[in-house]
């Protein structure tokens, strides 16, 4: 709490607060301006279209994620996260190939600039975050109620929607919400992808405070952006307690699904996520008319575009998605045990508290930043570590999303129970909970990596020194000059960047696969 | 060990490594060294993401007065504005540099730079300094230009604005939005100073179907045939045919682009010393080398912009590939500043809505 105090609800309310000194009339004028009004309700329609639609494309992969083990689920759980680190302006550009394709191949209505594209978009950065939150949680219920119900004669989709879909509902929720906050603040796709009338309060709280140099506005659109933000937060942690269930961890194995069904989701799957890739894979490969390595081996020199090589700024990243996971897991397992254990009043604070980075603009965080942390003790601005920081800032909510559910489950009985076997307390800490919340852990850590290899914006809102530019940064400063073969090597450092993320979550899944099988061979409860 | 206490000793390594880094300016990789010289001063240069320069070209200046330079970037210009006005009270730097004449009257409109009138302006063309309070020294321009694929033009290259809403150019022009990106801005100021009728004009080109994106990349690489778009012209930079030539892949002779140069708008991007540093002498040392030729050369090849001193050389290829108009566009920073979001509405009602 004292990390998230100082690096986010003290520069916040700094930059609030002096940017509405001037009075509250501000207000009045958003609220009168037919284009504030628009951009507040496309900001809300659209993330929760984005999330309905992340939901129905990701649910099923899911189930696939649930019955995947092993190597197979961790090649499976990379290609997922993959989208999470590609920058916006690259994707953008395949999927408005795509439509365009789609258009003229299939007479297809061409989506480009439509919401429609931005809810696309929207469903294809956050389709991890539903498939595997709920992937994983869905692997560790206790698969016995569904054995009971086809006992005693429900068929699969009675089974489904009584037994199984209200167990699944605290995973859902956490990762609606996430989503959610992703398309709710929601910048590079919405300019990129969206129709140019388009605008979400964060596009609106960049073009007040940068273009027009209008601070009051801004912050008052912040404002507004803040207390929806606690409002949805709020509806959710409500809705994910009143939901939350217990498992005895009594191991029986998940019902598999029909070999067409799971064939049919992995090619969905492939087919969804892949062909952006596929299309930014062809364009690295592309050279002097042909294909070859040129562009990769590009990497390893400096163009004067930037100020380092291509290949340092991957290595600026892979340092800076290090120190941010480990602060994110660190922060966010804190929070998320307060969350569980606390008392209520407590546990709320945290519960907020822990999400908020999320909701809020990177304008708003970024200033805040730079006029808070200005002065000793505390004069940590132009630090290079600050970037990490709010790397990890946006990446505690994911972990705190991704271990509080896994936490409620643990029911006190099974420690009890362990208890009365004679097992010490140290021993039930890392023979029930570990285990249990070691995946939780991997994915967490999974996304806190991903997050901060892709973030963008955030970073250029922060005063950095030259040499220290992450490879996002790379990508774009390599797109500001025309020619074809910056263009290359912009291709080849996102494939870079792709392949780093994929790697990442592989050894993090096998890592935690074989803990837990471990562990669970070890137990004296687990089957 | 109770997973707790993990936490706790997690923490803690956390906090160690926080305290550690405090304590430490350097880079992650580490660059910094022991100061050679005690006496040394470094002064810090705030600038835009689009800054570049040489390696070597500070370790240059420092050999000549012993002032280190430190770089730090932030944003496009607009965000460098807001933060530059935003940390007025305590500077991030002690020198900022790409503050452009669209923005200059917002930075002069506050007292947060110190008036510094460099020996070196006498290199400089008056047309060029456009600060009478001397706070701000200009040190390179660039043209924001209408750009067109040579080959993918039926007949010949238009050769005056108002060319533009001709038929014979229907569905060929890709702009960018000015309340989103810098070159669209400018754009929409040349088409405010060059035409009789501005909103006439843009009425025309609407119905001349104009395509609009948000950013320059979404304009070159999704749009202009340049990308793999269908569009023939874009709006780009005067030194854009430059760099097509310089980095083409397969290498080309002749830039496949030309520049319409009766569209161009004049960017000049300028440098100041901030209020409240504590080497005020060093810093105006750093304007000095600014305008420098050691300084000036480098800004073709490495930011794709023009040195305004008159000493500084033009690398061949620019001298080859670029051509630069006699009479560019231009307004007055005050009234960009006055009218900008007039303006910007007035556009968004007449080619959005």
């Known amino acids: 709490m ?3 105090g100082l690096f986010f609800f003290y520069p916040v309310l700094t930059i609030l607060a002096s940017s509405l000194t001037q009075g509250w ?10 284009r504030a009004r628009g951009a507040l309700w496309f900001t809300a329609w659209q993330a929760t279209a984005s999330t309905a639609l992340t939901l129905i ?52 209505p061409n989506l480009n600039h439509t919401a429609i594209a931005v809810i696309i978009a929207h469903s294809f950065f956050n389709f991890a975050v539903v498939a595997r939150t709920v992937g994983v949680f869905w692997s560790g219920l206790d698969h016995q109620l569904e054995e009971q119900a086809r006992t005693l004669g429900s068929n699969s989709r009675q089974v489904f929607w009584r037994v199984t879909w209200p167990r699944l509902k605290p995973a859902i929720l956490a990762a609606a919400a996430i989503t959610f906050l992703f398309s709710f603040t929601s910048f590079g796709v919405v300019l990129v992808l969206g129709g140019l009338r388009q ?90 008319g042909g294909y070859g390595l040129q562009n990769y081996r590009a990497l390893f020199d400096k163009v004067p575009q930037l100020p380092t090589t291509a290949m340092s700024a991957l290595g600026n990243s892979l340092t800076y998605a290090a120190i941010a996971t480990v602060v994110a897991l660190t ?68 972990v705190v999303r991704s271990v509080v559910p896994m936490l409620r489950r643990i029911h006190p009985s099974l420690r009890e129970a362990a208890a009365l076997l004679g097992a010490s307390p140290s021993r039930i800490r890392r023979q029930i909970d570990v285990p249990l919340i070691a995946r939780g852990i991997a994915i967490a850590g999974g996304f806190a990596f991903a997050i901060s290899l892709g973030e963008f914006g955030a970073t250029s809102f922060l005063p950095r020194r030259a040499d220290t530019l992450t490879a996002p940064q790379a990508v774009f400063r390599l797109l500001g000059t025309p020619g074809d073969l910056l263009r290359g090597q912009a291709m080849a450092l996102s494939v870079v960047l792709a392949v780093a993320v994929a790697a990442t979550v592989i050894t993090s899944e096998m890592l935690s696969f074989n803990t837990a099988n471990r562990s669970r061979r070890k137990s004296p409860i687990g089957s | 060990m109770p997973i707790r206490s993990v936490l706790l000793v997690s923490l803690c390594i956390a906090v160690g490594a926080l305290a550690a880094c405090a304590s430490d300016t350097s880079a992650p990789d580490g660059a910094n060294e022991e100061l050679e010289n005690v006496q040394s001063v470094a002064l810090t240069l705030v600038t835009h993401d689009s800054f570049a320069i040489s390696e070597g070209v500070f370790e240059a200046f420092f050999e000549q007065t012993g002032i280190r330079v430190e770089v730090l970037t932030s944003g496009d210009v607009g965000s460098l504005v807001a933060q530059t006005i935003l940390s007025s009270d305590n500077p991030v730097g002690d020198v900022v540099f790409g503050v452009d004449n669209t923005f200059m009257q917002r930075v002069l409109d506050r007292s947060i730079l110190e008036p510094y009138k460099t020996t070196e302006l006498v290199n400089v063309p008056e047309r060029f300094q456009l600060d009478s309070t001397n706070r701000l020294t200009p040190i390179d321009y660039g043209d924001v230009c209408v750009n067109y694929w040579i080959d993918a033009l039926n007949g010949p290259p238009p050769v005056a604005l108002m060319d533009l809403v001709l038929p014979e150019f229907s569905g060929s022009l890709v702009v960018q939005n000015p309340e989103t990106s810098s070159p669209g801005m400018a754009f929409l100021l040349a088409t405010i100073a060059g035409t009789p009728d501005w909103e006439q004009f843009w009425t025309q080109l609407k119905a001349n179907s104009v395509a609009v994106t948000n950013s320059w990349e979404s304009a070159y690489y999704s749009e202009f045939i340049a990308g793999g778009g269908s569009r023939p012209m874009v709006v780009s930079y005067a030194s854009s045919p430059v760099a097509e030539v310089i980095y083409a892949d397969p290498p080309v002779d002749v830039p496949p682009t030309g520049v319409l140069l009766d569209s161009c708008f004049r960017q000049i991007e300028f440098a100041g010393i901030l209020s409240g540093t504590d080497h005020p002498k060093e810093a105006r040392s750093l304007i000095d080398f600014l305008l420098s030729p050691t300084f000036q050369n480098e800004i073709p090849m490495n930011m794709f912009m023009y040195p305004v001193s008159q000493k500084a050389e033009l690398p061949e290829e620019f001298v080859k590939h670029s051509q630069l108009t006699e009479n560019p566009l231009s307004l007055d920073p005050a009234e960009i500043e006055d009218k900008r979001k007039a303006w910007t509405e007035r556009w968004v009602e007449i080619v959005l809505d």
């Open chain 1, 2 to 4: 004292v990390f998230l």
């Open chain 1, 25 to 34: 009339g501000g207000f009045a004028d958003i609220f009168q301006s037919s």
């Open chain 1, 57 to 108: 494309l990701a649910l099923p992969s899911a189930a696939v994620i649930a019955r995947t083990d092993g190597r197979t689920g961790a090649w499976f759980k990379a290609l997922v996260t993959v989208p999470f680190v590609l920058p916006t302006i690259v994707v953008g550009g395949a999927f408005k190939e795509l439509f365009e394709g789609m258009n003229s191949t299939f007479g297809l």
């Open chain 1, 199 to 288: 605008a979400t309060i964060e596009t609106e709280i960049y073009r007040h405070a940068i273009i027009r140099g209008d601070m009051t506005s801004s912050a008052t659109l912040a404002l507004i952006q803040v207390v929806a933000v606690l409002v949805l937060v709020l509806v959710n942690s409500t809705l994910e307690r009143r939901t939350s269930v217990t498992t005895r961890m009594i191991r029986s194995p998940i019902t598999p699904l029909r070999a067409r069904t799971k064939a049919g989701i992995t090619c969905f799957t492939l087919v969804f996520l892949g062909t952006p890739l596929f299309v930014m894979i062809e364009r690295s490969l592309s050279f002097g």
């Open chain 1, 331 to 398: 922060v966010g397992i804190i929070c998320a045990m307060a969350i569980v254990t606390r008392r209520k009043l407590v546990s709320r604070f945290f519960d907020l508290g822990a999400m908020l980075p999320l909701g809020v603009s990177a304008v708003t965080v970024g200033f805040g930043i730079l006029i808070a942390l200005d002065e000793a003790p505390f004069d940590w601005r132009t630090r290079w570590w600050i970037v990490p920081i709010a790397h990890a800032l946006v990446a505690v909510p994911f």
